[in-house]
Each structure stands twice: as C-alpha cells, then as structure tokens.
C-alpha cells in the first residue's frame, strides 16, 4: 500500500503564475516531510522540508502547508519560472524511531511555460 | 558545498553479469542510504547503513544485491546476476543527525 501519494501526474503552469503541488499520506506515525525536486539523469535536490509541530514553512519562493487533521501536505511556488520544470517528490519520514528512514510518493511533473 | 559522490553514472549490462556501484557520502554523514527508482515511480529504499553497520535491509534483494560500508565511510552496492528488471536508477543518499537525507547524481543502470 502507498503510504505516501501524490495524485497529479503533472501540472502545466505560465511563468509567473503560482505552482501548487499536492500530497497526502496515511501513516500518523510521519513527522517530518520533505520537498525534492528531481532534473532528468540527475538525483533528487532537496528543497523545503516542514515538522509536524509546523503548518508552515517558507523559503525564498517556496512554501509548504501541513495539514495534519488532513494528512495533507502542499507546496507552493510563487513565481513559477522555466527552471521550475522538473518532477517533484513529497516524502515523509517516522523520525529517529523509524531510522529516519524516507518514504517517497510517486511525483509530479511540473512544466512551466514561458 | 559539499556534495554525495556516485559513480559510475551509466552502466549498461548484460543480464547475469555481476555489476557494481559506489558511493562516497558528504563528509561526516554517518548514516547512508541506497535507493532504487523505477521510472515513474518514487525512490524506494534497499538498504541504509549507521557508520559501518547495516539498520535497515528489510528491501534488499539478497539472493542477488549485497551491500557493504566497510569503513564507514564509502560504500558499494553490487547486483549478481543482473535480471532485466534491474534496469532503474540507483541513487545513494546521506545525512548526519538530522532528517534531511541529501542525494548523490546516481547511477542509470540498463541490463540488456
């Protein structure tokens, strides 16, 4: 069972407009969760991450929103540019007592059109 | 800024051949991860190493994948025999005390 999903396959946006990526999970026990993004032939890059005592974490043009009650989780990119265009995995994490150990949803494929 | 290194970038293979990946983590990052990502899909974790030792090979295939951190400090992830259903992207991650786990470039391998 996926643990971690992220729904939108893909998402096409204009430069300048706002890019809003989706996650849900369904492990109580996650408590910290994290952002990548992902150019093809090259690994992951981390981006924002957010701890569950939080509902919001922002950095530069990224933001990220939890909902715990929803376990639900957003991240925000005002504005989108061209270099945004990327996949973008959401993962989450049990902390220490789970060996910190990360699970990843499936991505999203954002284009962003000049 | 310091960055997790992994080679060999690509790495093509003909099925039962043994194959070999290697990984040097961020200085001081004493915990170590190898993924595996199917394209499409999310990275999915085989194996994570504290320092030398093993925590977590819960989703390591063994009767083919062996993994080993005989120092600490690097690491080698080898497949033997390769099968076609070996070919993904491997990837090696590391972090220190923190949550964070940091990426290296991976390892695209393709078994014919």
């Known amino acids: 069972d996926q643990q971690v999903k992220q729904n939108s396959p893909s998402l096409s946006v204009q430069e300048g407009r706002i890019s809003i990526l989706n996650c849900d999970y369904t492990?109580?026990?996650?408590?910290?969760f994290l952002w990548y993004k992902k150019y093809p032939a090259e690994g992951p890059t981390f981006l924002i991450s957010i701890s569950s005592i939080k509902d919001k974490n922002e950095d530069g043009r990224f933001t990220v929103f939890l909902n715990k009650s929803a376990k639900h989780l957003s991240l925000h990119i005002v504005p989108s540019q061209p270099g945004d265009s990327a996949v973008y995995f959401c993962a989450a994490s049990a902390g220490p007592a789970a060996g910190n150990k990360l699970t990843f949803g499936g991505g999203t494929r954002v284009l962003v059109k000049p | 800024e310091a960055e997790v290194a992994q080679s060999p970038r690509y790495k093509i293979t003909e099925k039962s051949q043994a194959v070999a990946f290697w990984c040097d983590p961020i200085?001081?990052?004493?915990?170590l991860y190898w993924y595996r990502q199917i394209l499409g899909q999310g990275p999915e974790l085989l194996v994570q190493?504290?320092?030398?030792?093993?925590?977590?090979d819960s989703q390591l295939p063994k009767d083919r994948f062996s993994a080993e951190r005989l120092k600490g400090v690097d690491s080698t992830l080898k497949i033997q025999p390769a099968e076609l259903g070996d070919s993904a992207m491997y990837l090696c991650?590391?972090?220190?005390?923190?949550?964070?786990?940091?990426f290296g470039p991976g390892t695209r391998l393709l078994v014919l």
């Open positions: 991650a590391s972090s220190s005390e923190t949550n964070t786990q940091y």
């Open positions: 492990n109580s026990m996650f408590d910290y």
């Open positions: 200085s001081g990052h004493a915990t």
């Open positions: 190493f504290q320092d030398e030792s093993v925590v977590d």
